[in-house]
Structures are given as structure tokens and as C-alpha cells.
């Protein structure tokens, strides 16, 4: 079967079984908190989520899916892609998993014509429900079903849904690895072909289960890519007939041969994974940039070139890889027909520009050689690697033909600091895209002239603008353009103090400067909007910076200081500041730190601060060597760059610091400093939040007039103000026991009551009541109770209609269960009365749906079913 046949052939098997179709969603997701669409069930979270009602209780799609976290891995193996299609079906609260386990067994069976003695399966360590569903429901030999730990057990990674999962996997041989089945045997033979989640459970903070979901759900996933090797009998994801088409495009461009060498191989899989990814990516409308998807999508498509240009290839590769994979994708996805110019148009401009990025990185590698050095430090193979896109094996192939060595280590720590800034999607400037632009500023003009530290404001000459990765010759009003000058008072971004803002005026217009970066270190980019006439190069500037805001920001930095300081002192020397944000009034400090601070701890911190603030030592700075500092024991700060001739603040005898900031004069000018927040940010990474100067004055004003009002609320002084609470609270915890007591003697009144009015069926009892407004824990004890106050054998329903929504319960005593009668059961045909679902549980279960009006309906559809079940047990 081809991919489009596997396809067709999905979807009617499970249309068939009263599924809509769903066509592929985007590659750009509506969830905030995604970058890509990066599986199946992303387009339905909404309704796994209880976000939105789903409109269909069953679904099925074919989605296409990017995902890039593990890029470096693509091409190194058979089995990984970046883009890949997966085929799911999907249950809101309808059936589980004894029906999605035997439609997955039919459908690899029946319809692929899959050997039923080459499949496996796995189910979660503690899922016997599932195990004993494949064995005696579908048939398969016991010793075919294996046990697996996290591996199979989903959750989003946030609290909400989880739960146990089943995967199904095809045993490729003995040709290809030692057998024992997918645990224990070799990977490389047995291959996941499709994984059944079964979303039962909730879970919390941090990730433990704490209950059953009240209506269950499915959610499944099988790579078309990976069925498809099965089904076409090929060695690899990369032979089968959507993508290996693609690769011998990349064969005939690259002169390369596929299974020549594996150097080779490597490189082909590059090009065919990452050709398809960039088609698909701009075709749902991203386009490259330096920040977000647009980043994401540059990265591979600058992967891809890279490695057909260190084969030699000299002509534009992009273009041909987007044709190939248009051929063989347009009758799935007819929208790459309709866009393929203007993916073409885009791939083309891109590998254009970046193939003279790639010349210029041979000749930066070529200078940093000649130097004469016998290792190439870390810093400079990343930024070859990284605003180049040269592979680092490339470096070093190239370094090590002249004797010289890489700093792997150096390399490796800009690496994962890179990924971290990936993950988190950091959003860039668009300006940022265009690094060949700023180059071409400094190489011209040179670094700019900060004389900050001394002026608020200066005169200087406008010599570049750029807007939207171009340079400019003139900004009209209302026109948003960085802008470059000679001479600045501008602080621009860095070690983490925020860059200034402020105004720029010219003989024929005015601008606000809205930030100032870094565009390159050392070249101060003024992100400007014009407000009045225009701006042209070459024109006199005059610059004035917000002389306030500039004040209140040197003050917190300061005080980062300080607070560093302190928190080594209480802490000890491992806390070491692993990241900053300094604002007007505020700052954040990330530091080293394996556990949560005390109260105790914090009110040290605070305390040790603000006396050494009071204090009022000199806040001195000095210029000097790089060797000199670290003498002086100057401390490094996150994310400054040092050259030979650094910077170092020095407060008091106590703090000195590497720092490129502004910095208040005393230290008193800091004015107090107030903790506010004290969290974890990752292993062993904590977090502290303050607030300086008058804005922590404001702050503290602020408490002590709640604190005030408290007091006359409670009509006592502030200093009795905690001794007031706790005693109200002790008051109010003997009144909740008192209402909690009646509670329950009313429940047991209620339940006294319904119980003595039962109804008979046959020799069993039967209770089916709606008792009023009450939670959904009260719902359970009542029917518990009226169980407990039964006699004998017999059943219980209840239901409430609380808050507008229909909760269920149902309750039948242990002989009953034992004669057939589920109470999970009975409710599953009721909850859909009010909307919603329930859980399966034979003796006790509960349902609840967001339609409480039709909670009579659904009583009455749970009397005749129990009616029905008792008498036929």
C-alpha cells in the first residue's frame, strides 16, 4: 500500500465507526503554549481539557506535525523525522479501551493484512484492564503482551489529564536485532507502529495521580510514515515512496549515492526530512526569521544547505527538494500545489542569502586560524555554528588539517544555552534577521561611542537606519526604524539591566527611542518610532535619555548587587547568579540554590540588604584588565561578554563584580529593598523578585494601609492583628465541624427517608432519586448511605442538579456486582442525558455532564437500565 491508500484506508475504517473526519489542522497551533503543532491530538486539546465542548463524540484525522526539539538526532538514525504525519483516532468521553484495543488490532489485521505472529504489545505495568483486553478479548497469546514502566504512561506535562497507554509494534525480524520482543529486545526490530492513550486519570502537582477522570477519553497515534515502511517491506522511513522520492532529488543535486558511505547517508536524510519540513512549515505561513517558528524554520533550512553546500554542491539545493516533496504530497495536501511559487520564492531568497553567509564563515574560519593559536575557542565554533551554519564537524575537520583544537566543552555550553533560548521561543527583533546588515554598520562606522556612564545626554551624527532587516536612507513619522549613531547616552540591553528610552531629535524631525539593544556587541541599535517630521542619515542628533526611568533602573541594579552579596552570605558561596532582569523599581536574580528558602532565610536576606543599603558605602567603578579583576576577586554577572579590559563595580568592601551597568553613587541611593517572591525556575535554579526605591516604599505603604484597614475591620491594633486571626480562624474551624456535622445528620435524614421508600425488582431493592442541590461529595455519602440503610441486596442512583450541571451516582451492593450488574454501566447511557460521561467502576461510579435541566431524563433512563440489569441477574 502506498501513503495515500494507508491514508484513505484509516479514515474510512473509522468513519465507518461513526468518527468525523477531521482534515489536518495547521502547523501553526491556536495553543499559545506551542510553537508547532507537534502531534495529533494538539487541534483537540481543547476538548481533552474540559476548555470547550467537544462538538463529535469520536473523531479521526490524518495531521501533519513538526518537531524539532530533537533536530540534532535527524539524519543520524533510520527512524527520527522533523516532519511527519500521524494518523489518530480520538474519543471524548464515548467508548474506551474496550473498543479502541480491538478496532487497533482489526485494523493492523484486517485491513493492512499485518501477520498476527509479528505483532507485540505493550500496556502500562499497573493497566491490567488492557492486558486482559488484548488477551481475552482480542485473542492475542499472553506472552505477546509486555509490561513497560513511563514509557507507557502519557501526560501533557502540566497538570490536567493522563493516563496509561498501549502500544501495538511490528517485530521487522531477526535480521535486524536480537529478539525479547520491544522490552528487552532490540529496537531495531521492533518497531512502534501505533500508541493507544487512554486518558483516565488526573493528575497534579508535580504529576502524581490523584483521581479518575469522570468522562475518559482516547487518544491515539500512528506515524504514517512509520506503517508505511511496514506496509512497502523497505529497511527505513526514508525508502518509503513520500520521502524517498524527495532524497533522490537530493541524490542528483548533491552527486551523492545513497548507501555509498555512511557520511553520505547522513546528509541525504538531512535533506529529504528537513525539504519536506521547510515545504510544509511555509506553507502553512511561516517564514524565516530570528525569532519563534520563523527561527525554527531557518535552522533547518540553513541544516539542509549546509550540508549539501560541505559536499560541494554549488547549486541552490532549497528549491529542488520543494519541488520533489510537492509532487509526491500535492494529492494529500492540494495547498502546496496552490502555494508552490511562493515557497519556492521564499526557500530560493533564503538559501541565496545564507550561502554568502556560509563563504564569509569560511573566511572568518580561515582568519581565526591564521592567528596562530593552537586551540579555537568554544565561543567562536558557535558562532560559526550559529550565525554561519557551520557544522562543528566541518570546524574541526578544518582546524585539525592546521594542528589547531576545538573548546568542545566551550562549544557544547553555547549550545545548550541556545537550546534553552529555542525552547522558550525567544522573541527577537526583526531587525535581528538581518546580522549581515549590522556587520555591514560596523564594519563602516565602527563600534558605537557609549559615553553613558557620565551623560544623560549628547550630540552626535545619525549613520545607518534599518527596517525590516534593509537598510534605510530616510524614516517618515509615524515609521518604526532602529537607528545607529556615533555618540550615545543610550544604556543598551545587557546583563541583564533593560536598555534605555528616550528622545532623539534632528533639524527636521524628533523620534521616540523605545529600546536600545545590542545589535551586535558593542553597535547600540535605537529601536525609534518617529513622532514628528522625519529622519534622514547623516543628520545631526541630539539624544536625551528618560533621566527618571534611568535613576530608578540604576537603583535596582545596585541593589542586585547587594542582594547577591547577601544571598551568598546566608546561603553560602554555591549561590551563584544564574540570570537577571533589571527594571525601573524592580529586578529579578536567578541563582544556584537546592532548595526552597526558608521564611527565616528570606527575612535574613532582606534584613542583611537593607542594613548594608543604610549603611551608605561608595559605589566605586573601575576600568582595568581582565586578570586585574579576577585578582581583585571580581565575581562574573550572567550574560556580560568580556574582553581583555572589563568593567568592575565595587559596593562598599563587601560586593565586586564584573559589570558593564549604571549604578547609583551610594549605596543609600538605592533607597529599600523588598522581597516579594521566592520560587523555583528548573533543577536546583531559584528565583527571587524585589522592588526598590520608591516603588518598594509604595509597596510597603500599600501593606501597612491593608494592614490598617484589617486592624479597624477587626477592631484591634496592627501589633494584635495576627493573634485576632488566628483566634477568628480557630472560631471559624469549630463552626465549619458544626456545619459539617449537620451536614452529615441531614444526609442521614435523606437517606433515612429515600431508603424507607425504596421500590422492589423481584427480591433486590432499588432507590432512583434527585436530592436537591448538593456537591458532588455529599451526592456519594448520600448514596452510600442510603446503600448502607438498604437491608439486603438492592441498587441506589442518585442525582443533583448544583450549580446548573447534572451529577450522577450509583451505588449497588457487592452481591450484585458479583451476579453481573455494573453500576458503571448503568450510568454510561445516563450521563449522555446530561451531556457528559462517567467512570466504568462496577460497584460505585459517578457521571456528571454540563446540562443539569436533564436530569430527570437521565434518572429515568438509569431506573430502566437498572431496573433491566437487576432482573436479569
Not at 716 to 728: C, F, H, K
Request: charged share 25%; glycine share 10%; hydrophobic share 35%.
Amino acid at each position: 500500500m502506498n501513503s495515500n491508500e494507508i491514508r484513505k484506508a484509516f479514515i474510512d475504517f473509522f468513519v465507518d465507526r461513526d468518527h468525523e473526519y477531521r482534515q489536518s489542522a495547521s502547523l501553526i497551533p491556536t495553543d499559545p503554549t506551542l510553537l508547532m503543532t507537534n502531534a495529533g491530538m494538539v487541534p483537540f486539546k481543547p476538548y481533552f481539557l474540559g476548555e470547550e465542548d467537544p462538538p463529535w463524540d469520536r473523531a479521526v484525522s490524518v495531521q501533519k506535525c513538526v518537531r524539532t526539539i530533537d533536530i540534532d538526532i535527524i539524519g543520524t538514525t533510520k527512524r527520527h523525522l522533523s516532519f511527519f504525519e500521524m494518523l489518530g483516532n480520538f474519543s471524548f468521553g464515548d467508548y474506551f479501551k474496550e473498543s479502541a484495543i480491538p478496532w487497533g488490532y482489526e485494523f493492523c489485521t484486517d485491513v493492512l493484512g499485518l501477520d498476527p505472529q509479528r505483532l507485540w504489545f505493550t500496556v502500562h505495568e499497573s493497566d491490567d484492564e488492557a492486558e486482559q483486553i488484548w488477551i481475552d478479548a482480542v485473542g492475542v497469546p499472553p506472552e505477546r503482551v509486555q509490561r513497560g514502566g513511563k514509557d507507557n504512561f502519557w501526560q501533557m506535562g502540566v497538570p490536567g489529564p493522563c493516563g496509561p497507554s498501549s502500544e501495538i509494534f511490528w517485530d521487522r525480524g531477526e535480521e535486524f536485532g536480537h529478539e525479547g520482543g520491544p522490552i528487552g529486545g532490540d529496537e531495531d526490530r521492533y518497531v512502534e507502529i501505533w500508541n493507544l492513550v487512554f486518558m483516565q486519570n488526573i493528575q497534579d502537582e508535580p504529576y502524581n495521580v490523584v483521581g479518575d477522570l469522570p468522562a475518559k477519553n482516547i487518544d491515539t497515534g500512528m506515524g504514517l510514515d512509520r506503517i508505511a515502511a511496514v506496509m512497502q517491506d523497505v529497511p527505513s522511513v526514508f525508502d518509503i515512496d513520500t520521502t524517498r522520492h524527495v532524497l533522490h532529488t537530493a541524490e542528483r543535486f548533491t552527486k551523492l549515492e545513497y548507501g555509498a558511505n555512511a557520511e553520505a547517508d547522513v546528509s541525504l536524510r538531512i535533506l529529504a526530512d528537513h525539504g519536506r519540513t521547510v515545504t510544509f512549515l511555509i506553507g502553512d505561513g511561516v517564514v524565516p526569521s530570528n525569532d519563534g517558528r520563523g527561527y525554527v524554520l531557518r535552522r533547518v533550512l540553513r541544516r539542509a544547505v549546509r550540508h549539501a553546500w560541505q559536499h560541494g554542491s554549488d547549486d541552490l539545493v532549497a528549491p529542488q527538494l520543494v519541488e520533489a516533496t510537492v509532487d509526491v504530497m500535492a494529492d494529500a495536501y492540494p495547498q502546496l500545489e496552490e502555494k508552490r511559487d511562493f515557497i519556492l520564492d521564499v526557500v530560493t531568497r533564503e538559501e541565496e542569502k545564507f550561502r554568502r553567509t556560509l563563504d564569509s564563515g569560511h573566511q572568518l574560519l580561515d582568519t581565526e586560524l591564521a592567528e596562530g593559536e593552537k586551540v579555537l575557542t568554544g565561543a567562536t565554533a558557535f558562532r560559526l555554528h550559529d550565525t554561519f551554519g557551520f557544522p562543528i564537524d566541518l570546524t574541526r575537520e578544518i582546524a585539525a588539517e592546521r594542528g589547531v583544537d576545538v573548546d568542545m566543552d566551550g562549544f557544547e555550553s553555547s549550545m545548550s544555552e541556545q537550546r534553552e533560548r529555542a525552547r522558550a521561543a525567544w522573541k527577537g527583533s526583526d531587525a535581528a534577521e538581518a546580522a549581515e546588515v549590522y556587520r555591514g554598520v560596523l564594519d563602516t562606522h565602527g563600534l558605537t561611542d557609549f559615553v553613558g556612564y557620565e551623560f544623560d545626554r549628547s550630540d552626535g551624527v545619525l549613520l545607518s537606519m534599518v527596517r525590516d532587516g534593509e537598510t534605510v536612507t530616510k524614516a517618515e513619522e509615524g515609521i518604526e526604524v532602529e537607528v545607529f549613531l556615533d555618540k550615545t547616552p543610550f544604556y543598551a540591553e545587557s546583563g541583564g539591566q533593560v536598555g534605555d528610552v528616550g528622545s532623539i531629535e534632528t533639524e527636521t524631525g524628533s523620534a521616540m527611542v523605545v529600546d536600545t539593544q545590542h545589535a551586535l556587541q558593542g553597535l547600540h541599535g535605537h529601536r525609534v518610532r518617529v513622532t514628528a517630521g522625519h529622519l534622514e542619515v547623516g543628520q545631526a542628533v541630539h539624544s536625551v535619555i528618560d533621566s527618571p526611568r534611568r535613576d530608578s533602573t540604576r537603583k535596582s541594579h545596585t541593589g542586585t548587587h547587594v542582594l547577591h552579596w547577601a544571598l551568598r552570605d546566608v546561603l553560602g558561596d554555591h549561590a551563584n547568579q544564574a540570570g537577571s532582569l533589571v527594571e525601573p523599581g524592580r529586578l529579578r536574580f536567578d541563582f544556584s540554590h537546592f532548595a526552597r528558602m526558608t521564611p527565616e532565610e528570606l527575612s535574613t536576606v532582606e534584613t542583611e540588604v537593607n542594613n548594608r543599603l543604610l549603611a551608605n558605602s561608595q559605589v566605586k567603578t573601575t576600568e582595568t584588565s581582565k586578570d586585574q579583576a579576577e585578582e581583585m576577586g571580581a565575581l562574573a554577572f550572567f550574560g556580560d561578554k568580556y574582553g581583555e579590559r572589563v568593567r568592575v563595580v565595587q559596593v562598599g568592601d563587601y560586593s565586586t563584580e564584573f559589570c558593564g551597568g549604571t549604578h547609583t553613587s551610594t549605596s543609600a541611593e538605592v533607597g529599600p529593598l523588598i522581597l516579594t517572591s521566592e520560587s523555583s525556575i528548573g533543577s536546583n535554579i531559584r528565583r527571587v523578585e524585589a522592588l526598590t526605591g520608591t516603588a518598594a516604599y509604595e509597596h510597603v505603604a500599600a501593606m501597612k494601609e491593608a494592614l490598617d484597614s484589617t486592624g479597624r475591620l477587626l477592631q484591634t491594633g496592627l501589633a494584635d492583628i495576627p493573634q485576632r486571626v488566628e483566634s477568628l480562624l480557630t472560631r471559624v474551624g469549630g463552626l465549619e465541624k458544626e456545619l459539617e456535622a449537620m451536614k452529615s445528620q441531614r444526609h442521614g435524614s435523606v437517606a433515612e427517608e429515600l431508603a424507607s421508600n425504596k421500590l422492589t425488582v423481584g427480591e433486590r431493592s432499588l432507590v432512583v432519586a434527585d436530592v436537591g442541590d448538593v456537591s458532588g461529595n455529599e451526592l456519594r455519602q448520600i448514596a452510600l448511605g442510603i446503600r448502607d440503610r438498604l437491608g439486603g441486596s438492592g441498587a441506589v442512583v442518585v442525582g443533583s442538579s448544583a450549580g446548573g450541571k447534572g451529577s450522577l451516582v450509583a451505588v449497588v451492593t457487592r452481591d450484585l456486582v458479583e451476579a453481573g450488574v455494573s453500576a458503571g454501566e448503568v450510568l454510561s447511557a445516563a450521563a449522555k442525558e446530561v451531556g457528559g460521561g462517567g467512570s466504568r467502576d462496577p460497584e460505585l461510579a459517578q457521571a456528571g455532564g454540563p446540562d443539569g435541566g436533564k436530569l430527570q431524563s437521565a434518572l429515568d433512563v438509569a431506573r430502566a437500565e437498572m431496573e433491566r440489569q437487576l432482573t436479569a441477574a
